[in-house]
């Protein structure tokens, strides 16, 4: 079936450093990759979405790369600052039709000051 | 405008037992979504609904259902409740249910199963 692998599951920067979290999918027919930011007790927030028919977006500190080729998208956040630490979900559409997600099992990441 | 409210979000139920929760999506958005949250298995699809109608399903025994009322507002329900049944519930919404279009996440349903 359908499968997001999502890496690395922890990650700890210090405060201004960059960080990377990267993901692959298999369905070749997913178009739509959103990435999402879970606090403690809350639900996931969209930070950033990038859609197949590009292959870069940047939304101030955060981009996000899509390589369809390889099936394969990462998020990447520059200085980084402690309110960055959270779970970070990668995600992507299932099929053509509808709005299911199928998820990464997240990303730990933590700032330290 | 407001965001997507779920309730109750807490609930504390036994074994054998059923729960109904309820999710209110952003005014307007015509789509919703249902996702179990568990530490083991993460975040996984339980189904869609689109104008009242189940669109897609995830892979979930019957005992998960579902509905959306012509408000758009949706309930699930799990029946003869399972420990395994434990999870946080999410439910997420979007204007038109497109599949490239983006889905706003409420706080979620806190389900413990005894």
């Known amino acids: 079936g359908e499968n997001v692998e999502q890496h690395p599951s922890t990650l700890s920067v210090q405060e201004g450093d960059s960080a990377v979290i990267k993901c692959t999918y298999s369905?070749?027919?997913?178009?739509?990759f959103p990435w999402y930011k879970q606090e403690l007790g809350k639900g996931p927030q969209l930070i950033i979405d990038?859609?197949?028919?590009?292959g870069e977006k940047k939304d101030q500190r955060i981009a996000v790369t899509l390589n369809k080729t390889a099936k394969h998208f990462s998020l990447h956040i520059t200085e980084t600052q402690p309110e960055d630490s959270a779970v970070y979900f990668c995600a992507a559409s299932i099929g053509q039709a509808g709005t299911a997600l199928i998820f990464g099992k997240g990303t730990t990441l933590s700032v330290s000051s | 405008k407001a965001g997507v409210t779920q309730t109750p979000r807490y609930l504390i139920k036994t074994r054998g037992q059923q729960v109904t929760l309820s999710c209110s999506p952003i005014s307007g958005h015509r789509s919703v979504s249902w996702y179990q949250q568990t530490p083991g298995q993460g975040l996984q699809f339980l189904f869609e609904?689109?104008?009242?109608?189940?669109?897609n399903k995830g892979n979930f025994p019957g005992r998960f259902s579902g509905r959306q009322f012509s408000n758009s507002r949706s309930e699930m329900n799990v029946s003869t409740l399972e420990l395994g049944d434990s999870a946080l519930y999410l439910c997420?919404?979007?204007?038109?249910?497109?599949?490239?279009?983006?889905?706003?996440f409420g706080p979620g349903t806190r389900l413990l199963v005894l």
């Open positions: 990038i859609r197949s028919n590009v």
């Open positions: 369905d070749s027919a997913s178009n739509y």
């Open positions: 997420a919404s979007s204007l038109q249910g497109s599949n490239q279009e983006t889905q706003y």
């Open positions: 609904y689109f104008s009242e109608t189940q669109r």
